[in-house]
């Protein structure tokens, strides 16, 4: 007799080899007590004992994972057998009686592989089909034909599975990010083990490897401590029963228990989300004979786009590049694509480590990566689950799928920082300083892993992390302050008196009386409420702040903050030096220089002046994969010297005789930059954000040619800044200075500008202005005239 009350107590392994024994005894009972089959007449005769019968453990007790309660999913499978159902009878009725649930069938071998060849739940399970007890060649046939079968139809039934994980992700959410997760049902829970070994099974993937193998296991063993502990079939891990299993499993507390879970989760599903995009890329049927060519685009210096994926280029070195591992992610997630894992992999092993404080380039790619919002959360993930985040920042495993008991929370502490960081991505063209909102974003909670009040604790913290990432210390002392008093606008907004000048003072006299860090509080303050939960930021919580900050912005006054004009000079130590003849009509040539700075190159162009100089070099160093951040041009008797800060997009120097030769040809008319850089854009597919440009002017403070200023904030893409100088030209204005920045998928671009006779830019102007810069910053450059601006 089966003890059913011991078997709870059991371990996995001990409990299948119980009911394995006691089941062999069943069968062996039901064909002794059921009378034979009467022989056909000159038939062979009647089969006997378990000859052409099997008795098939599918499910949990097939893969000898049964847990505590667990039902029992048996086939029994025949051939040549007529007494079969009388068999099955004395078989099932034990099983009920003896109180255990039964999930039951009685199949043929072809009667099984027709269910399953249409029936993907059926399909699935059979795949873990294991001999109990019976004929062990028959059980052997149905294994092979069901793998056969799977493997023929899994254009058909791996998409229904596909459906079928999506349901479950969307009726029951992330098993990381809960805090009562359905252990066996959530996306990343235990179904993602039968989803990886049905994909190995099509064999359109590899078998589990032993991290994620483990990770299953401790799902399993949380699983059966739960069930033990309610005595019920029960799959969420209820609050109630957390201290109680964490202990049982010797974890310190329930905390410890929720982040091993998560960890769990997270590994299972991404190797998951990873293995399915191998499946789909498997399941594209080519036409015989022919192969796809897979076309490689260029996207960063030593990273391009194959397929559907962002790899390593031929030529990159990632051994001697500490900021391949960034340049990559941001590569990635500008074009909303996902790095491969072969590139996770060689980036884990062989990238060396960031210098401190980290080049320039690495942090402007790495605000790229924050600043390209929704696309950014999967390609952190990818670099968390290989290591290269916590190598980057070390601090992160301290909040690495770290619980958050408020039931305001969605998220882990992690989680929630890189969800913060998505939000403020939209919420960049509203601030001075986005590189700055970006990263108190990411980092307001990094106190949450240590002991104290999180944002007291995460202030110093926050600061030595902007330190390490080579920030200003004036701008490390600004990430301090808005990790420090995160908290402080929807605080005081939600339990003080706003209309009370007490209140406002105090907000003032906290935040330094600095408008930029009022303004940068109040995006963080919308980010951090976005990112925990419609209930955290609701309207009537949204409205209080906006009206805080307008009262406390009233108290302090001020003006926005605008980038000064750039300090640019042309090249005293220039590297290269090229001239062309000269162009017809004028007494001097076209000259390029370049040289090396501190931060980069320096492109000097010389030209007869003409109105759009300044726009037609900027096309001519687009047209050369080259990022223009700063531009200044000065002219006298006639001729006009651009200087151009510059950054090669691919890591290649300028060559300055094809620059030379660019600008005469532009000049000259028989090149057609607009048409050149429009093809450029389609080549590279570049996305744009779709939020509104915004334009401001401000005719304050202006020095030398220039009589306004006007800011444009916009999505970026290739020649975005031709078009706009071209924009500007084509209303009248001269430019004289640019300074051009660039955050993920947003260009901030800062242009002097000047009325040829020398008066201020009058509102009808600036009206037209404002309406070519909307229209330059949504399409290609419209020619007036010709290709060339004039």
Same mark, same amino acid.
């Given at each position: 007799?089966?003890?059913?009350?011991?078997?709870?107590?059991?371990?996995?392994?001990?409990?299948?080899?119980?009911?394995?024994?006691?089941?062999?005894?069943?069968?062996?009972?039901?064909?002794?007590?059921?009378?034979?089959?009467?022989?056909?007449?000159?038939?062979?005769?009647?089969?006997?004992?378990?000859?052409?019968?099997?008795?098939?453990?599918?499910?949990?007790?097939?893969?000898?994972?049964?847990?505590?309660?667990?039902?029992?999913?048996?086939?029994?499978?025949?051939?040549?057998?007529?007494?079969?159902?009388?068999?099955?009878?004395?078989?099932?009725?034990?099983?009920?009686?003896?109180?255990?649930?039964?999930?039951?069938?009685?199949?043929?071998?072809?009667?099984?592989?027709?269910?399953?060849?249409?029936?993907?739940?059926?399909?699935?399970?059979?795949?873990?089909?294991?001999?109990?007890?019976?004929?062990?060649?028959?059980?052997?046939?149905?294994?092979?034909?069901?793998?056969?079968?799977?493997?023929?139809?899994?254009?058909?039934?791996?998409?229904?599975?596909?459906?079928?994980?999506?349901?479950?992700?969307?009726?029951?959410?992330?098993?990381?990010?809960?805090?009562?997760?359905?252990?066996?049902?959530?996306?990343?829970?235990?179904?993602?083990?039968?989803?990886?070994?049905?994909?190995?099974?099509?064999?359109?993937?590899?078998?589990?490897?032993?991290?994620?193998?483990?990770?299953?296991?401790?799902?399993?063993?949380?699983?059966?401590?739960?069930?033990?502990?309610?005595?019920?079939?029960?799959?969420?891990?209820?609050?109630?029963?957390?201290?109680?299993?964490?202990?049982?499993?010797?974890?310190?507390?329930?905390?410890?228990?929720?982040?091993?879970?998560?960890?769990?989760?997270?590994?299972?599903?991404?190797?998951?989300?990873?293995?399915?995009?191998?499946?789909?890329?498997?399941?594209? @049927?080519?036409?015989?004979?022919?192969?796809?060519?897979?076309?490689?685009?260029?996207?960063?210096?030593?990273?391009?786009?194959?397929?559907?994926?962002?790899?390593?280029?031929?030529?990159?070195?990632?051994?001697?590049?500490?900021?391949?591992?960034?340049?990559?992610?941001?590569?990635?997630?500008?074009?909303?694509?996902?790095?491969?894992?072969?590139?996770?992999?060689?980036?884990?092993?062989?990238?060396?480590?960031?210098?401190?404080?980290?080049?320039?380039?690495?942090?402007?790619?790495?605000?790229?990566?924050?600043?390209?919002?929704?696309?950014?959360?999967?390609?952190?993930?990818?670099?968390?689950?290989?290591?290269?985040?916590?190598?980057?920042?070390?601090?992160?495993?301290?909040?690495?799928?770290?619980?958050?008991?408020?039931?305001?929370?969605?998220?882990?502490?992690?989680?929630?920082?890189?969800?913060?960081?998505?939000?403020?991505?939209?919420?960049?063209?509203?601030?001075?300083?986005?590189?700055?909102?970006?990263?108190?974003?990411?980092?307001?909670?990094?106190?949450?892993?240590?002991?104290?009040?999180?944002?007291?604790?995460?202030?110093?913290?926050?600061?030595?992390?902007?330190?390490?990432?080579?920030?200003?210390?004036?701008?490390?002392?600004?990430?301090?302050?808005?990790?420090?008093?995160?908290?402080?606008?929807?605080?005081?907004?939600?339990?003080?008196?706003?209309?009370?000048?007490?209140?406002?003072?105090?907000?003032?006299?906290?935040?330094?009386?600095?408008?930029?860090?009022?303004?940068?509080?109040?995006?963080?303050?919308?980010?951090?409420?976005?990112?925990?939960?419609?209930?955290?930021?609701?309207?009537?919580?949204?409205?209080?702040?906006?009206?805080?900050?307008?009262?406390?912005?009233?108290?302090?006054?001020?003006?926005?903050?605008?980038?000064?004009?750039?300090?640019?000079?042309?090249?005293?130590?220039?590297?290269?030096?090229?001239?062309?003849?000269?162009?017809?009509?004028?007494?001097?040539?076209?000259?390029?220089?370049?040289?090396?700075?501190?931060?980069?190159?320096?492109?000097?162009?010389?030209?007869?002046?003409?109105?759009?100089?300044?726009?037609?070099?900027?096309?001519?160093?687009?047209?050369?994969?080259?990022?223009?951040?700063?531009?200044?041009?000065?002219?006298?008797?006639?001729?006009?010297?651009?200087?151009?800060?510059?950054?090669?997009?691919?890591?290649?120097?300028?060559?300055?005789?094809?620059?030379?030769?660019?600008?005469?040809?532009?000049?000259?008319?028989?090149?057609?930059?607009?048409?050149?850089?429009?093809?450029?854009?389609?080549?590279?597919?570049?996305?744009?954000?779709?939020?509104?440009? @915004?334009?401001?002017?401000?005719?304050?403070?202006?020095?030398?040619?220039?009589?306004?200023?006007?800011?444009?904030?916009?999505?970026?893409?290739?020649?975005?800044?031709?078009?706009?100088?071209?924009?500007?030209?084509?209303?009248?204005?001269?430019?004289?200075?640019?300074?051009?920045?660039?955050?993920?998928?947003?260009?901030?671009?800062?242009?002097?500008?000047?009325?040829?006779?020398?008066?201020?830019?009058?509102?009808?102007?600036?009206?037209?202005?404002?309406?070519?810069?909307?229209?330059?910053?949504?399409?290609?450059?419209?020619?007036?005239?010709?290709?060339?601006?004039?």
């Amino acid at each position: 007799m089966l003890d059913t009350e011991a078997l709870p107590g059991l371990s996995r392994a001990e409990r299948v080899e119980a009911l394995d024994g006691w089941l062999a005894g069943l069968l062996a009972d039901a064909v002794g007590g059921t009378p034979p089959a009467r022989a056909r007449r000159g038939g062979p005769p009647p089969r006997t004992g378990t000859d052409g019968l099997a008795l098939v453990a599918v499910g949990s007790l097939g893969r000898r994972e049964l847990p505590p309660h667990g039902d029992l999913d048996l086939v029994l499978v025949h051939e040549d057998r007529p007494e079969v159902a009388a068999v099955a009878d004395a078989l099932w009725y034990p099983v009920w009686d003896a109180g255990l649930r039964l999930d039951h069938s009685v199949r043929s071998v072809a009667d099984a592989v027709a269910v399953a060849s249409t029936d993907v739940k059926a399909g699935l399970g059979l795949l873990d089909a294991r001999l109990v007890a019976g004929d062990a060649e028959l059980a052997a046939r149905l294994r092979t034909a069901t793998l056969v079968n799977w493997r023929q139809a899994a254009s058909r039934l791996l998409p229904q599975l596909r459906d079928l994980r999506r349901d479950r992700a969307r009726r029951l959410g992330e098993l990381a990010f809960l805090l009562e997760p359905d252990l066996k049902e959530a996306y990343g829970g235990l179904r993602e083990g039968q989803v990886l070994r049905a994909a190995a099974a099509a064999q359109l993937a590899d078998e589990p490897a032993a991290e994620v193998e483990q990770s299953y296991a401790f799902l399993l063993d949380v699983r059966d401590e739960l069930r033990r502990r309610s005595g019920r079939a029960a799959d969420v891990l209820v609050r109630q029963e957390q201290r109680a299993i964490a202990a049982a499993l010797g974890l310190a507390d329930e905390d410890v228990l929720l982040r091993e879970v998560s960890l769990a989760g997270r590994r299972l599903a991404f190797v998951a989300d990873e293995t399915w995009r191998r499946v789909e890329a498997g399941l594209v @049927r080519r036409p015989r004979g022919r192969y796809r060519r897979v076309r490689r685009e260029p996207l960063a210096e030593g990273v391009v786009r194959q397929g559907d994926e962002v790899v390593l280029a031929r030529d990159a070195r990632p051994v001697a590049d500490s900021g391949l591992v960034l340049r990559a992610a941001a590569a990635a997630a500008r074009a909303d694509l996902l790095l491969s894992p072969y590139t996770l992999k060689v980036l884990a092993v062989h990238s060396p480590p960031m210098p401190v404080p980290w080049p320039a380039e690495a942090r402007w790619s790495f605000l790229r990566v924050l600043a390209s919002g929704r696309s950014a959360v999967p390609v952190l993930e990818q670099l968390d689950q290989e290591g290269l985040l916590a190598r980057l920042l070390p601090e992160w495993d301290r909040v690495r799928s770290l619980p958050q008991r408020h039931p305001w929370h969605r998220f882990t502490v992690d989680r929630h920082l890189i969800e913060a960081a998505a939000a403020a991505s939209e919420l960049t063209r509203d601030v001075d300083r986005p590189d700055l909102l970006l990263v108190a974003s990411l980092l307001h909670d990094i106190g949450k892993g240590w002991p104290g009040d999180h944002s007291v604790v995460g202030e110093p913290i926050a600061a030595a992390i902007g330190a390490r990432m080579g920030f200003a210390e004036a701008d490390v002392a600004t990430l301090g302050t808005l990790v420090r008093h995160h908290l402080l606008l929807p605080a005081t907004a939600t339990r003080r008196d706003i209309d009370d000048p007490a209140t406002i003072e105090r907000v003032a006299a906290t935040i330094g009386r600095d408008p930029s860090v009022l303004q940068l509080l109040h995006a963080l303050a919308q980010a951090d409420g976005a990112a925990t939960s419609a209930s955290a930021w609701s309207p009537w919580k949204a409205h209080l702040v906006a009206a805080l900050v307008a009262r406390v912005q009233a108290e302090l006054g001020g003006t926005p903050l605008l980038a000064p004009e750039p300090v640019l000079h042309p090249a005293t130590r220039a590297q290269a030096t090229v001239q062309v003849p000269g162009l017809p009509g004028a007494t001097r040539g076209v000259t390029v220089a370049i040289e090396e700075v501190a931060d980069g190159r320096q492109v000097t162009i010389g030209a007869p002046d003409r109105p759009g100089l300044l726009s037609t070099c900027a096309g001519v160093l687009a047209l050369n994969q080259l990022d223009v951040r700063a531009a200044k041009m000065t002219v006298a008797d006639g001729y006009a010297t651009g200087v151009y800060s510059v950054r090669p997009r691919f890591g290649r120097a300028p060559v300055p005789e094809i620059l030379a030769d660019g600008v005469r040809a532009a000049l000259e008319g028989t090149l057609r930059l607009a048409e050149r850089l429009r093809q450029r854009e389609a080549d590279y597919r570049e996305e744009t954000r779709s939020a509104p440009p @915004r334009i401001s002017w401000h005719n304050h403070e202006v020095s030398g040619r220039a009589t306004g200023i006007v800011e444009v904030r916009a999505g970026d893409r290739a020649g975005l800044l031709y078009r706009l100088t071209a924009a500007i030209a084509g209303e009248g204005l001269d430019v004289t200075s640019a300074r051009i920045e660039t955050l993920g998928g947003d260009a901030v671009d800062c242009f002097y500008v000047a009325n040829p006779s020398g008066s201020p830019v009058d509102p009808g102007q600036r009206a037209r202005v404002d309406a070519a810069l909307i229209a330059a910053t949504r399409g290609p450059a419209v020619a007036v005239g010709t290709d060339t601006p004039s």
